[in-house]
């Protein structure tokens, strides 16, 4: 799942100075899961602005909707009605949601909410770590499941480094070090061998935008796009 | 028992405090509310466990909150006491209130009176 | 000769190697740098200049090295990988060869973080087992990392560190071979403070092999005070203090602890020497380059073999 971190409230109050009225949108999946900008983050939000322009005596009035996704236009259109009547739109998803929206309503001003922080677990309510640089090549396979691309501080392919510090990575003890864990579980699975060999340069495939189309579909045309 | 306590405070029953949610207690300072506070049990007393606990963050929580748009996190408090202390009950009440009177009205209030004032005012300014 | 180089040399000999190591100014002067280089000279085979050490920013470490030549002194090369990508790594590679540099270490380098810019973006996009193979097939196979052809290819003695004392201490002599299949010549270890691990550290590398493929330099720092001592042993990541050790420099008593330090370092030396597998000692002193000459002749490695 995305993991987003809602951001400071001067951050957004400064954005939304020029504005009077402004639609707050949250969005129904990752976000409204962290606890970033779903319904209620929406509502919270909404009413420390209120609270906060009043205070400047410069009110301010505020709409409130949630999307299922703000990742997917079929959910954007309910939203055509609305923002009509709004100077602003205040996105409260991942950067890849206030971008559609953005894109589906492109003379309205869209501001985030929200900084998208990483692909992550939840490993309890409201507390999420990271696991997932989405770097287009992955090698849990060879690594036994951890990540050395987002769990290691160096993206080591070859680890672990010197730095390795009583199974601790060298920038913080309460951060494991990715390869003493991976050398620890292929240990345990005897299949230290897939770490033996030296895995080569990475050739990288998100140094720029990335599309995926899957099998069996393709690209709609502009005239379909455009139904 | 009868116990005096003041009356200038409205009290909105609920089933545990683990149900009072942080939009409840911001959208009470939010209509004009000089102060909140919430009365739970006491603490490790919780007929559901954590339902006081819960809500003691959720107080820590709308405190930030208002520090965080400019107000006084304090008017917002949590009180804990067993339900057959009707005195420590009234305790707090004036407590709450002689706090709530020393930190003065909401300035939401005040915002808001001086805005009808000249609030038109700024509005033309900026269409201009 | 892979590289012609001096320390590959007086290696290639059969001598027992002795480098040094430099760390470039944090500024434009060379002063410091050329009166450090005069201490080490005609006292060591080659110097190590350090690439943004401990990643505060530094002169670049081919520039320094460059300074060295000019001084009459052989330097390595050192890169790290967290501050360039492959493109920036292969033309600081080209231009340090053309230049006469002839030996270079290759890295993956501290992070970020511990340094004067700590937000800095780490780029890693190749680590240091990538990096020696890059060097590698610039020099032997004439090309680059994409395949493209390099009219006059670099021929550098390359290098690699290892830290013997890092955890998993069972996966270290693996990660060791990694590194000389990926393309090391020479190796040059952490700081050894722990003598027991590094014998034990030894005994694996020769049972492998390992010794027979590439030269094997002991990495020697020696304790200036207690204070480095403690700050090492509990500071410094993947660092390997023994407690006896800081106990034996306490004992040495008030103004006698760097001595007793020298003569650790000096002990050390010479059980090198004599360890199966190892080729020679690369000795760090920090901020002490002025000691080099009188470590060096009590060691007993001079004068330095001309070969």
Redesign the interface.
Known sequence: MIIAKRKPFEEIKEMLTPYNKVLTLGCGTCVAVCLAGGEKEVAVLNAELDMARKLDNNPIELGAFTVERQCDMEYLEVLDSMVGEYEALLSMACGAGVQFLAERYPEKPVFPAVDTTFIGVNRAVGWYEERCRSCSSCVLGMTGGICPVTMCAKGLFNGPCGGTNKGSCEIDKDQPCAWYLIYERLSLQGRLDSIKNISPAVEWQNQAPRTVIQPGYKKPDEAEAGN | MRLEYPSNIRIIRVPCTGKVDVMHLLRAIQKGADGVYVVGCLEGTCHYNEGNTRARERVEYVRMLLEEIGMEGDRVRMYNLSSGEGPTFAAYAREMTEHIKKLGPNPLKTAEQNSGKKGGGKREAQAA | MKSGSNLEKVLEAGHFAFTGELGPPRGTSMEEVKKKASYLKGNVDAVNITDNQTAVVRMASWAACIMLIREGLEPNFQMV??DRN?LAMQSDILGAYAHGIRNMLCL????Q??GDHPNAK?V???????LL??VKRMRDEGRF?SGAEIEDPPRLFIGA???PF???F??RV??L??KI??GADFIQT?CIYNMDKFREFMKRVVDMGLHEKCYILAGVTPMKSLGMARYMATQV??MDVPDSLIQRLKGAGKGKVAEEGIKFALEQIEEFKEMEGVAGVHLMAIEWEHRVPEIAERASVLPRPEV
């Open positions: 990988c967290r492959r993956s380098g501290d992070h973080k511990f780490g890693f996009d190749i680590d240091s087992i990538q193979g890059m990392l560190a290892s830290n890092a955890e998993p069972e996966w693996h990660r071979a990694k299949e990926a952490q990541p993947g």
